[in-house]
């Protein structure tokens, strides 16, 4: 049976008791169900549901206030974005929109 990293400490020395898989490096417990949720909170989705990859071309749904006077369209296409593994101010896309260059994006503002 493989058994799924610690959750909290990230090692790989977990293991079964009962119905919750235990981390003997930090203690820390939890069930399948937990397990199944964090996992599905891991994927990416847009305003309407779909799964987002790398790579994907989607589209600004609503206008977007960058600095003080710049602003991203609705409407605006964005191509080749990239997921972040890790959520920077609330942000989990990195895509380069035309004219503004490379800027973070949050994935409910935009539709594939």
Same mark, same amino acid.
């Given at each position: 049976m493989d058994l799924p990293k610690c959750p909290q400490c990230n090692e790989d020395y977990t293991y079964k008791d009962g119905h919750l898989f235990v981390c003997p490096m930090c203690s820390?417990?939890?069930t399948e169900a937990a397990? !199944? !949720?964090s996992e599905e909170a891991a994927i990416t989705r847009d305003c309407n549901g779909n799964?987002?990859?790398n790579g994907d071309a +989607? /589209? +600004?749904?609503r206008d977007l206030k960058l600095g003080s006077s710049d602003t991203i369209k609705r409407g605006t296409r964005v191509r080749n974005i990239r997921i972040l593994d890790e959520k920077v101010d609330g942000h989990d896309i990195l895509a380069? #929109?035309?004219p503004f260059g490379q #800027?973070?994006?949050k /994935?409910?503002?935009l539709k594939k």
């Open positions: 820390y417990e939890w397990q !199944a !949720a799964v987002l990859e +989607v /589209s +600004v749904i380069k #929109v035309d #800027v973070y994006l /994935s409910h503002l």
